[in-house]
């Protein structure tokens, strides 16, 4: 499957059942409890590992034991599969 692919619903819907991440527009978007700041702080922390060797980055909001990602694909405008190997990658890491 090509990279710049744009994936709509239908074509994520199995990568994202059991996850955190639903299909909303043009992103996939997850937010995760950790219960303190610390702990989304440093799931934040793998990810931001994760994202730079992929070289593909979610944008993030961190609060208080919560952190909530986004992925879509800017140069596309939308969800690709280069979105759904992160969020798979991303949903990995909550679980540690």
Avoid: K
């Avoid at 819907?13 to 299909?23: I, M, P, Q, S």
């Avoid at 799931?43 to 208080?64: F, I, K, S, T």
């Avoid at 596309?76 to 280069?82: A, E, F, K, N, S």
């Amino acid at each position: 499957m090509d990279d710049r692919q744009v994936l709509d619903e239908a074509a994520t819907r199995d990568v994202l059942t059991g996850t955190a991440f639903t299909h909303d527009g043009d992103r996939l978007v997850a937010t995760y409890e950790t219960g303190d700041f610390l702990g989304a702080v440093r799931l934040l922390d793998r990810v931001a590992e994760v994202a730079e060797v992929m070289q593909h980055h979610p944008d993030v909001r961190l609060g208080y034991g919560r952190i909530t990602f986004e992925l879509w694909s800017h140069d596309v405008g939308g969800v690709t599969p280069r979105d759904l190997r992160l969020a798979e990658r991303i949903e990995e890491l909550a679980a540690y």
